[in-house]
């Protein structure tokens, strides 16, 4: 037997090894990422039922066509702080889609952008209840500043 003729089968070992090597993670890349969380078109309003601009946020929702599902609590803090919602970056209520929280009266086009661009973020704000803003009576007095708020720490995401 020649030493070419011996290698032939550690050689074909490695061949299917290397194979295996390939092949595996093209099959189970699509199954790992199908069952992480993907975002859809539903979302979680949390809100005080005595906060009667959160209802309208809602309403706000719905005709953008977004799926809503209404929790209302006498206490929404606690929540908040569930979610890592800084303090400063806070507003009446707190929504939850896929793995985000989106704080406040925040315009659909922010939260499509974050759907979108699924950024390493625990979730979006726009603190305080701004006039003019989805849900809030008044004009529009100055451009909204959302923020992209991870592990506590915020930086700007958009303004609108």
Known sequence: MTESSQNQPKNRKKYWLAIFAIAIPLVMTPLILSNHETPSNEITVYLSPACMCCFVYVDYLKGRGFEVEVVQMENVTSLKSQYGVPPSMRS??????????????????????????????????????????PGMPGGKKELFVIYAVKDGEFRTFMTM
Not at 96 to 110: L, M, N, T
Not at 116 to 123: F, I, L, S, V
């Open 92 to 133: 009446c209520h707190t929504s939850v889609i896929g793995r985000y929280f989106i704080e406040g009266h925040v315009p659909v086009e922010a939260i499509k952008k974050l759907l979108d661009e699924r950024p390493d973020a625990d979730g979006i704000a726009l603190p305080g209840m701004p006039s003019g803003s």
